[in-house]
């Protein structure tokens, strides 16, 4: 198998990366390929230094991405988080490590940063992820709330 190349997504990355988020059973009911909110949320995050929107490439195509959101905080004396968010590996691309590639870069990237943590909220459906993340050395610590607007 080829290497892995992890790297900032760039606006020409944005309708692979929205493919990845529509091929699972939860995407594909939220997700709206085309749409132009994807471009303008795309130049949100690429002008905010706390976002880091991240693309793997295999072989010059994109096989995997995330999001890591940098969040300086009062609690635990000051300490700043990183949020993992959006992780998707493209299908033909699942069960090869590459999940794993990418979580490791975002605790790297997240150590580089000074990060106290690394957390992530995973949609309780998800039972395979959350395993995953397990093996990862990730607790499942809290319960997440959320208030769709």
Known sequence: MSEIHIRRARRADVEEIVAMLADDHLGARREQP???GYLRAFEAIAADPNQLLAVAERD???????????IPGLSRRGATR???????????????????????????EARRRGCAMVQLTSDASRVNAHRFYERLGFEASHVGFKLML
């Open 82 to 108: 990183a949020l993992v968010e959006a992780v998707r590996v493209r299908g033909d691309q699942r069960g090869n490590g590459l999940g794993a590639t990418l979580m490791e870069f975002a605790v790297e």
């Open 34 to 36: 085309g749409d132009p």
């Open 60 to 70: 010059g195509a994109l096989v995997g991405t995330l999001q890591l959101t940098f």
